[in-house]
């Protein structure tokens, strides 16, 4: 079966960290591009960032308001993505998601995990 | 960065009715346009991709057009499992974004 499966969400206090990860299955990982997609409670959909697969190469991209405090990374031995966090903000609290981003579009996605930045 | 911009926000309307959503784009963006559909507590879903290409497995009531900066997604006949959120998402460039949905409730 073709799925994403996202793990590692909960609550963090500001200035925390936290590392998503991201199981992917049913599809060759490691030619995937793969970005990340949070949504804010009641709100519409923000794009966090992209890596792009070995073979294509080029840098990551990262949405301006995670740039210096998100890093993406991938492990294709394991088919898995990550999303490691740093000095997180309460504006940070998102369900995130991640996605097979495929052919300039987003064909797949995870159920999402839920991460609460909260004194 | 690329704004995309949909209207309207939200409306109503009846199992029956065509629907249609817009969506504008800052700046040109060819066809690199996606549309999304997002039921309450589920992942979004894509649609059309390419600003017209009905994804595999998607009813052919939904269909999209445009090019360019304007861009509609269109329902022929609503069905009662179309009451949703809509997003629309360009892909021309990063930062990849989205507008700002359209919820679509029952009248």
């Known amino acids: 079966e073709v799925q994403l499966v996202e793990s590692g969400g909960g609550l963090v206090k500001p200035g925390g960290s936290l590392r998503l990860s991201c199981a992917a299955s049913?599809?060759?990982?490691?030619?995937?591009?793969m970005s990340w997609v949070r949504q804010a409670p009641g709100k519409g959909l923000e794009w966090v960032g992209r890596?792009?697969?070995?073979?294509?190469?080029?840098?990551?991209d990262y949405a301006t308001p995670v740039k210096g405090r998100f890093t993406i990374s991938r492990d294709d031995s394991k088919n898995t993505l990550y999303l490691q966090m740093n000095s997180l903000k309460t504006e940070d609290t998102a369900v995130y998601y991640c996605t097979w981003d495929g052919m300039n579009w987003f064909a797949l996605w995870g159920q999402g995990t839920l991460v609460t930045v909260s004194s | 960065d690329i704004q995309m911009t949909q209207s309207p926000s939200s409306l109503s309307a009846s199992v029956g009715d065509r629907l249609t959503i817009t969506c504008r784009a800052s700046?040109?963006?060819?066809?690199?346009l996606n549309w999304y559909q997002q039921k309450p507590g589920k992942a979004p879903k894509l649609l059309i991709y390419s600003a017209s290409s009905l994804r595999s497995g998607v009813p052919s009531r939904f269909s999209g057009s445009g090019s360019g900066t304007d861009f509609t997604l269109t329902v022929s006949t609503l069905q009662p499992e179309d009451f949703a959120t809509y997003y629309c998402q360009q892909s021309y460039s990063p930062p990849l974004t989205f507008g700002g949905g359209t919820k679509v409730e029952i009248k």
């Open positions: 049913g599809f060759t990982f490691s030619d995937a591009w």
């Open positions: 700046q040109s963006i060819s066809t690199y």
């Open positions: 890596i792009k697969s070995k073979a294509s190469g080029g840098p990551i």
